[in-house]
């Protein structure tokens, strides 16, 4: 991503990233249909439907690769008092998938990855899964606040941005994750306009043309 | 390979049309209305609102959460089939000139997905030429179409307001839905720096309509992008037009069908259409008394290009030589951000229609700026339903605003960074300017001489490239955009930083798919490929009613207008066949 669409795409969450997956490179190669999972619960077009079969039936990320995005995920999202923990929300799932059908981020996390293993081996002489918390946090501290972590550290906060990423993302966009954020859209309802109490919060008020021309409905209902 | 042949199609029919967006639906619609025999050609997929369905799903329903895919460029929900690339159906472009162009491939094509924004042009954007010496003036007069876009208001349904502006006419509306919260900062903002903001006009029923018992009222789901499957409350031409026109009993729909050639007889006749079945790959022909285009601008001028015949050497309706040429597309630029004030904000339910409930109609003259021909203003912001790229680079936002009273260091983890996520969301405004670009005969699609797609047709080779005139516009969007955002106290993150270096982010042209004008009408036959009822002035039973027929499309999203002209053009048809014109 360009550095303007990813500012962009921070908070936009309704507007698709810029991002275009070349995902036809390899959809000459047969897809294997005993290996395709549950149809899915969205349109998708014959060629759409291969190309995710195909991609579900690979796998990309070793065990011990999984096992370290699972805790890495949920020390970016853990539990707390709102809701549950990135792998609750099955985010190590998503990364796996993304991934595969974004192969852009394929090196920068294998790479990243492997990094934190040598820096943890470095450090305590164990793989970053192997660590204590303690060690483990002694180490996420170091990568995690891109404006003052050393300069010898920046490919870990590379990487750590791009996990960040991809744990929030897929966070946020799970069912979990969007009762968190508290959106209450994407179901049917009739919009009244602001609140009232909003309104009030904010010291706006609907004009006597916007109330008489616009849309009401009874809010006793 | 083997056998090699063409079939031909046993029945003929009265109207054969090609394409089913807004001018190939309306026509199907009309026609077969009037009791016509209509064979409707579509070269992508059939598509079923009904059965396709991508509306009222959550973001986890999808393995990518709604990213944009080579096949669904506008995200993983979004209801259209198609993109800026296809496989098997290459474009060229000339050394140093721009033109992306965005192709639907589906029944409906891109009225699917679009954003239903649905505004008249008003009297002076069909006498541009008068007014300011550029282009040309349209054939036709905004008399000649009101009763068209009164129609059209009626058959379809629109929401809006009566302005009583001149150049934005008044029309048959539903009541809008009130602004949102950041819809009223916006135009608390824009008013401040003379920019008039008025209800959008969007083809969404906020109530049923007359016309039709068989679509509902909008429940505010605000996904108007993945086509309203559930109550049929936008416009789309699969929902509105085709499935209707079905119901008559008249109208045979061949998808797959790739259009090769518009047949004619030794007299210059349309007698038909040719394709390419691309299930089967086999050569059809389907004969009919009349041929309608309506294929996108672009596909149309290409289909009359490749129609070359001993009558028409140069291609078909294209004695004039202005087939392909004068293209254009609306001018776009964007920026946006974050208003603090909406940090931390309450949550509750927003979504509201799919689509703005406020914009800002043209406002100035441009008697008194440096560039002909103005811009519309389209908002947007707030709780949206969050998708793929929510919540990534919390570190260039976090470290600069605190968060509840208290200042974090950008980036971070654990609860703290979950309370940041949901104290930002909700806060993000934005605006794109949509705006008349001037038609020039420099700027065209011609047949590339090298380059056959996978079914053996010449390709289009593009030659579009920006004039000053649009560039001046696109900087004047950007200190426009600049002064709404600053009165509310916005912060601005993206499109801020733009400038002569890269046209003020003015947008390639083809970005904003609204390309017209490749077979403009006009009163003479040496400068215009069809007269004042969109029929070719070289061959009276061809017609072509998508925005290629525009002389120049106004600083409003054509599709209204290419509804108003193929309702028009099809009322023309069914007159002229019973005089035994055609």
């Known amino acids: 991503m360009k550095r303007r669409d990813s500012i962009k795409a921070i908070l936009v969450g309704t507007v698709a990233s810029s ?31 291969e190309i995710e079969a195909k991609l579900m039936a690979e796998t990309f990320f070793s065990k011990h690769e999984m096992a370290t995005i699972a805790v890495l995920s949920d020390i970016i999202i853990p539990k707390d ?15 796996e ?3 595969k059908d974004m192969p852009q981020h394929q090196t920068p996390m294998r790479g990243g990855l492997r990094w934190l293993d040598l820096e ?3 450090r305590f002489e164990k793989a970053f899964i192997d660590c204590d918390s303690k060690q483990q946090i002694a180490i996420v501290d170091d990568i995690a606040y891109p404006e003052k972590a050393k300069p010898e550290m920046k490919q870990g906060v590379a990487f750590f941005n791009l996990m960040r990423n991809l744990t929030a993302t897929g966070f946020y966009t799970s069912q979990i994750g969007v009762k968190d954020l508290g959106y209450m859209g994407n179901t049917p309802n009739q919009w009244n306009g602001v609140p009232d109490d909003v309104l009030k919060q904010y010291g706006l008020s609907y004009t006597e043309k916007e109330l008489k021309e616009c849309i009401s409905f009874d809010k006793t209902t | 390979m083997g056998d090699f042949q063409v079939k031909v199609q046993p029945k003929t029919y009265d109207v054969v049309i090609v394409g089913s967006g807004a001018g190939g639906g309306m026509a199907a619609y009309e026609l077969s209305k009037a009791g016509l025999k209509v064979c409707l ?12 369905v991508t509306q009222l799903k959550g973001p986890w329903e999808s393995k990518r959460r709604g990213a944009s895919t080579k096949h669904r460029p506008f995200g993983d929900f979004d209801a259209c089939y198609g993109g800026w690339e296809l496989d098997g159906e290459p474009y060229t472009k000339e050394k140093g000139t721009q033109w992306d162009w965005w192709r639907a491939r589906m029944l409906g094509g891109r009225t699917n997905h679009w954003g239903r924004i649905s505004l008249r042009f008003g009297p002076k954007d069909f006498k541009r030429r008068s007014i300011d010496g550029l282009g040309d003036d349209w054939p036709i007069g905004y008399e000649d179409v009101k009763p068209y876009y009164d129609r059209v208001d009626k058959l379809i349904g629109i929401f809006g307001t009566n302005e009583g502006l001149e150049n934005d006419p008044d029309g048959f509306f539903l009541p809008p839905p009130k602004p949102r919260l950041h819809e009223l900062f916006i135009k608390n903002a824009a008013i401040q720096s003379g920019v008039r903001v008025i209800p959008s006009r969007l083809s969404i029923l906020t109530k049923k309509i007359e016309s039709t018992t068989e679509r509902g009222a909008c429940f505010y789901c605000s996904q108007c992008g993945r086509n309203c499957s559930v109550a049929k409350a936008d416009f789309s031409s699969t929902n509105v037009l085709i499935y209707p026109a079905l ?6 729909v061949i998808a797959n069908a790739m259009a090769r050639e518009v047949l004619t007889d030794k007299e210059g006749l349309a007698t038909g259409v040719s394709y390419v079945n691309k299930e089967d790959l086999n050569e059809y022909q389907v004969k009919g008394k009349v041929v309608i285009l309506a294929a996108s601008a672009c596909e149309t001028s290409r289909l009359l290009l490749n129609s070359k015949s001993p009558r028409h050497p140069n291609g078909l309706a294209n004695s004039s030589n202005v ?3 004068y293209l254009h597309d609306s001018t776009g630029a964007a920026l946006g951000g974050y208003l603090p004030t909406l940090f931390g904000r309450k949550k509750y339910n927003e979504d509201g229609v799919g689509g703005m409930h406020i914009y800002s109609p043209w406002w100035l003259d441009n008697k008194k700026l440096d560039f002909p021909r103005g811009y519309h203003i389209e908002y947007w912001g707030g709780m949206g339903q969050p998708a793929y790229g929510f919540g990534m680079n919390i570190q260039m936002l976090n470290g600069k605003y605190a968060v509840a009273g208290k200042q974090k260091e950008a980036g971070g983890y654990g609860a703290s960074l979950k309370e940041d996520i949901r104290y930002f969301y909700g806060a993000n405004v934005g605006m794109a300017g949509r705006g008349e670009a001037i038609p020039l005969e420099s700027n065209y699609c011609a047949i590339d001489p090298d380059v056959v797609d996978q079914y053996g047709i010449p390709v289009l080779k593009f030659n579009v490239k920006w004039s000053e005139h649009e560039i001046k516009q696109a900087k004047h969007m950007k200190e426009t955009f600049k002064e709404i955002m600053h009165n509310m106290g916005a912060v601005i993150t993206w499109g801020g930083d733009d400038g002569p270096e890269n046209s003020y982010g003015l947008e390639t042209p083809g970005k904003i798919i609204h390309e017209a004008g490749t077979a403009r009408m006009g009163n003479d036959p040496k400068k215009s490929a069809l007269n004042k009822h969109n029929q070719a002035h070289d061959c009276k039973n061809l017609f072509v009613v998508d925005g290629a027929a525009f002389v120049s499309q106004a600083d409003k999203n054509i599709t209204w207008t290419i ?4 309702m028009r053009a099809s009322e023309y048809i069914v007159s002229e066949l019973k005089k035994g014109n055609l």
Do not use: H, W
């Open chain 1, 97 to 99: 998938f993304i991934v």
């Open chain 1, 120 to 122: 943890s081996t470095k």
């Open chain 2, 563 to 566: 509804l108003a002209l193929s």
């Open chain 1, 19 to 49: 991002v275009l997956v070349d995902a036809c490179k390899t959809a000459d190669e047969k897809v294997n249909a005993s290996t395709a999972t549950p149809a899915s619960t969205i349109d998708r077009t014959k060629e759409e439907a």
């Open chain 2, 323 to 325: 087939v392909g040429k």
């Open chain 1, 81 to 95: 008092d709102v809701s549950g923990s990135a792998t609750e929300a099955g985010v190590p799932d998503f990364i």
């Open chain 2, 247 to 252: 119901k008559t009993g008249n109208v045979d």
């Open chain 2, 41 to 52: 050609l579509e070269a992508g997929t059939m598509y079923d609102p009904q059965k396709n």
